[in-house]
């Protein structure tokens, strides 16, 4: 039975006895069956409640069923649409009623749907570009050390300088190779969440001055400049060697993506309220303002740094993984002459 059925019987049965009272007491005030005309009048009274009592339930009904089928009509409506992968549609429904609720929840939960869909489809996407860029810097590589064998076994590295120029490009090559393939392993790791991250706590302008000691120990040119301007130390929480990964990748992109042959980097600590911000800086090429945050993105290097010298796009990315487990934030902006890349981390 329908809904607008049962409504229709369940208002005749509601009206039913009030029409009954009603007919009795017609039949009262005329006085029973003196006489035809009565008797006549008193059939036709009759006949003239049962049709309001008709006409009313069967109005009832129809508003009621209506303010309840209407707002179902749009759920199912909406239902298909979802079901036919279509989630860029609304659900308008202006009466503030018990519905008003339900098609408000509905709705949220389609534009959730789309975010995830969307996510989804932004995760595929970048898998399969990821996969691309995994295969086209690992075949590279590897085809410059196809040929260069090629080369000897020919004979074309025909003398012993030759042979070790050779030799020294494969080498290089296989470096190349290990670099990304550690560096693939480290954001796989990172992914899925493999890595345990050791916390300490540490004195931040302490961690900085013993890190750069030590990485300017490892630092063969002598035109590298590493400028300390540590007004303000906190104490925060991080993974000391890992911490170490990400700085030692912003000096050697300073250092790869130098302008000059002087390169400068100034290492800043600064306050600000709950955290404390850390900034490397540098006077090397910088990035065009657009792609300050494209630079943390797996693979992406920009079109400039690319006669810079080899690299696999990684190193960012990593740091990005390793500060956001930190609890931490980093970020980059573009200078008129060089980069700066903040990092922010918690005050304990
Ligand atoms: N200090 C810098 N100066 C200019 N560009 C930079 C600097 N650091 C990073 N970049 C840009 O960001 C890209 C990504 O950096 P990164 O992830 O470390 O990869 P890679 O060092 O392998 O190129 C670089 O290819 C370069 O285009
Ligand atoms: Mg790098």
Known sequence: ??????????????????????????????????????????????????????????????????????????LRIAANEIKNDNLDFTIEYGTKDEFYDVMKEFDEMRQKLKLSLDENLKYEEEKRHLIASITHDLKTPITVIQGYIEGILDNVANTPEKQKKYLTTIYKKTE??????????????????????????????EYLREIIKEIESDLLFENIKIELDLPFNATIKIDKLETF????????????????DDVMIKIETRDSGNNVLVIFEDNGIG???????????????????????????????????IIEAENGRIWARSREKGLAIYMSFEKI
């Open 176 to 205: 190349d190779i290990n670099k990304l393939v550690d560096d693939l392993f480290m954001i796989s790791k990172l992914e899925l969440n493999k890595i345990s991250f050791n916390l300490t706590k540490i004195e931040i302008t």
């Open 1 to 74: 039975m329908s809904l607008r059925v049962k409504l229709f019987l369940s208002n005749v049965i509601l009206l039913f006895f009030p029409g009954i009272i009603i007919f009795l007491l017609a039949r009262n005030w005329l006085g029973i069956y003196d006489n035809d005309i009565q008797t006549n009048l008193l059939v036709l009274i009759f006949i003239g409640i049962l049709a309001i009592l008709i006409i009313i339930s069967g109005l009832l009904s129809f508003f009621i069923s209506e303010s309840i089928l209407n707002p179902l009509k749009k």
């Open 287 to 321: 990035i065009e303002k657009e792609n300050e945050q494209k630079i943390f993105e797996s693979f992406f290097r920009e079109d400039s740094s690319r006669k810079h010298g080899e690299g696999s796009g990684l190193g960012l990315s990593i740091a990005k993984k």
């Open 245 to 260: 990964r990400v700085i030692q990748n912003l000096i050697q992109n300073s250092i790869k993506y130098k302008s000059s």
